[in-house]
């Protein structure tokens, strides 16, 4: 660790800056963890795409369907390509407070930089506040390494601002990953103030975010990923243009980018979003491979109406 339970919230002011993506773990035919191809993704991702960070085996990166073994894994794996080049978060979320422990605790003794993780689905619960309250703080009891709660409707609900605010007061919670609609996470930016970064998952307002909210941290989707190549990397130059103040010019960058935005998004079926990714991470040319049950796979038909589309979106290799 590179820093206490009490210097996390500093550690993390300095360094957790600038773009940090989810990852896709690929994999092979036979749905195991394809390892040479994920070490390869990365250095793609870090080197040719300058990702600040990455948060590793995370829902896009299909943890729900691995065993905790192959989810340390994936975190050395990542760590590995990751060290002295991009900061990283791994994804410790769980349904068993004991395997958010066990895999935090993993992390925390090879050295990630910090950890998601996500709000619990709440079962009969009615009154969630001071449940979640205690559940974090019982994580940051047990625990050194800085903490990123993750508030998403896949919970079955989201926390509310002021519970976010409330986290904040805690030692090493360090940001917050808060897929909320935008009037709710301004909300919550406006009253967390310099305590507790907040990050939105979108790309799309990512640049209002900076505009308007003065945000650092974009934290928490696989869209840098997916809207990027070597030698066209629109996002991070709209960002870099943002945080220098040149907003007209930033704007045009992102503008520019909406071809491939759209080409990305609405070619995506509704039940498949990981298999689509993954799809148009091999037309990106890095490995994707198969989704694990119960996620699907796409159809032929859905594989040339993506490639057609990412064909005539523009992107330059």
Sequence with gaps: MR????????YARV???GIWA???NPMLPDHSIDEAGLRSNIRHWIDDLGMAGLCISSKQGEYYSMSIEERKRTFEIALEECSGKAGMIASCSDQRVDTVLELARHAQQIGVDYVVVAAPVLHFVAERCDVLMRYYEYLCDQLEIG???????DSGYVMSPELCVRLANLPNIVAIKYAVPRPMYMALARMAGDKLPVSSTSEAEWLDNIVELGWQLHLGSTTPLLLQTANDRR?????ELAMRGQVDEARKVYDSLEPVRSALHSTRPPGKPLAHQKYWQELLGQAGGSVRRPMLELTEEEKARTREAFDACGLKF
């Design 3 to 10: 820093y206490s339970r009490l210097d996390a919230k500093d």
């Design 15 to 17: 360094n957790m800056r």
């Design 22 to 24: 989810n990852a896709l």
């Design 147 to 153: 903490i990123i709660p993750c508030s998403h409707p």
């Design 235 to 239: 996002m991070h130059e709209y960002t």
